[in-house]
């Protein structure tokens, strides 16, 4: 039987319920137990798909196609595993099922309510994953106490601490202990409160975990300790690290994983080893190069919308020994004039993925400047389409070239809708999702980068709706663009490559949606290899 551990948060959103439950599923893992992590999301979308990146930042995508919040890209990034369709459950969700199971009678006739019909849902899922035999499963719920929607997961959270042991179940409460400049200290107040919100739904949370800007006297776990009934030993500091990557190692110093082992009568199958995760940390933070990357977006104000893109640079900086500064710039900011000034000082670029029109000819134009100068590319989804837009527009020399997504009516539509999206007309959950087969072209830079050992054949995620038109491929080899990478049951074009230039890859997948910490992905890896190489270069021309 698995044991629970649900991470509710008070206060104010933000606080990073999923970097805490991602730290302490990592330290037990450490320790040889079998973890896994879920998200509640309460809010009534059946899932983020059709959400603005603005608004909830980036949409992670699992093996098995599920658009999903982007806190699963942690639990991915900390434990170095899969997370799937179970892992992430919205209101939306539990909803639908509920009223799918009354349209077909599954209630005889009764009046389906909020408690039971609801909560039992949420009880149901929340145990789902009992199925894969894990150790511990953390349930991170999203929102915070008080929020009208979160009502329903705390009644069910209150029913499962009733029904499960109290060895079985621990609730820890991360909320916020401000610092009020203004009166020299920090404040308990808004804990109070929050635990009080969540005492009058009927749980007493086992553990504190208080986000603060500096360090809480003793004085201040007493304080919280008595007014919110819980032991001092377990009202835990989370002082505000330099990295996210940072926390287990913090958490792990307060014994928050020893607190849980105890509370849970847990029996770890080996002594605490996290040998990868600090030799990762000592590289990240002791780097031997550093390079600039731009990424070129349409969302560049928010860097959530870019989340995973972010973090792969992260990984693969520390395992080049490279400090990595993004410089983000908005596409539709950029034009023949100001080009060459953003570049300057570049040792790489990257073009993101998005949807629509808007800012595309900037992204377009950003390709052929690093194409004709020879920097460092990785066009990622609409990065790669823009890419091949590009090399029609400029190398192929054709006219009126564009993706039909941009242009209905273009001659040239190089990029066009795949045939199976034609005559969908839902947008939530319909794009080409998941993990697909890809193999490679021998003798390409996509197979030297993958490595022999794949074989020539790789499983990347999709998340998309336009692809190549093969029926321009054959102006690619022609014109010295070479498809490294198909899809053996469509023939469709997954990666794009120029051999003449130091690192020019397109790839239609999403490569970011699965480096991890431990295993970053090779794609990323190669591509600050190449910036470093570019810069070093650079460096060497300037002093001859």
Known sequence: MSKFIFVT??????????????????????RGLKVTIQKFDPYINVDPGTLNPYEHGECFVTDDGAETDLDLGHYERFLNIS????????????????????????????TVQIIPHITDEIKRRIKLLEKDDYDVIVTELGGTVGDIESLPYLEALRQLKRELKNKDCLVIHLTLIPYL???????????????????????IPDVLVCRTESHISEEIKEK???????????????????????????????????IVIDHLHLEPKKSLDLTKWNDFLHRYKHPKAEVNIILVGKYNELADAYKSIYEALDHAGAENSCKINVVPIHSENLDDTSLPLEIHKIHGLIVAPGFGDRGIEGKIKAVQYVREQGIPFLGICLGM?????????????????????????????????????????????TMRLGAYQCILKKGTKAFEIYGAPHNGEIYERHRHRYEFNNAYKGYLEKHGMIPSGVNPKNDLIEIVELPDHPFFVGVQFHPEYKSRVEEPHPLFVSFVQSAINYKDDKVKLNTL
Request: charged residues 25%.
């Open 181 to 203: 400049k203004a009166a020299g200290e920090h404040k308990t107040k808004p804990t109070q409160h929050s635990v009080k919100e969540l005492q009058m739904a009927g749980i």
């Open 224 to 258: 919280l300790a008595l007014f919110c009934n819980v032991e001092k030993s377990n009202v835990i500091e989370a002082v505000d690290a330099d990295t996210i990557y940072r926390v287990p190692i913090l958490m792990q110093e307060e014994e928050l994983d020893k």
């Open 9 to 30: 948060g008070g206060v104010t959103s933000s606080l990073g319920k999923g970097i805490i439950s991602s730290s302490l599923a990592k330290l037990l893992q450490a």
């Open 83 to 110: 997370t799937s369709q179970a892992n992430n459950v919205t209101t939306g969700r539990i909803y639908q099922t509920v009223i799918n199971k009354e349209r077909e009678g599954d209630f005889l006739g009764k």
């Open 385 to 429: 389409q823009c890419a091949v837009v590009e090399f029609f527009r400029n190398v192929v020399g054709l006219s009126d070239v564009s993706s039909t997504e941009v242009n209905p009516e273009a001659a040239h539509p190089v990029i066009a809708l795949m045939s199976d999206q034609k005559d969908i007309r839902q947008k939530g959950g």
